[in-house]
């Protein structure tokens, strides 16, 4: 919930963790990793870090044989 009311598109939990992802525009990106990990020290008392990256829009590919 922190990650929406930030500001993100979506979050969810990738597979059955330990990593948790949110969708922004790129203008919101910072300030939703900034309150995802506060409510990860806040409410859990744990460590974390976060990447902000763009989406990439090339997709799957095949590399080499």
């Known amino acids: 919930?922190?990650?929406?009311?930030?500001?993100a598109l979506g979050a969810?939990?990738?597979?059955?963790?330990?990593?948790?992802?949110?969708?922004?525009v790129?203008?919101?990106a910072e300030a939703v990793r900034d309150a995802?990990?506060?409510?990860?020290?806040?409410?859990?008392?744990?460590d974390s870090f976060g990447i902000v990256s763009r989406v990439n829009r090339k997709g799957a590919a095949i590399v080499g044989d």
């Open 36 to 46: 995802m990990i506060s409510a990860f020290r806040d409410r859990a008392g744990l």
């Open 12 to 24: 969810s939990l990738s597979g059955s963790g330990p990593s948790v992802f949110a969708i922004s």
């Open 1 to 7: 919930s922190s990650a929406i009311e930030s500001g």
């Open 26 to 28: 790129a203008e919101r």
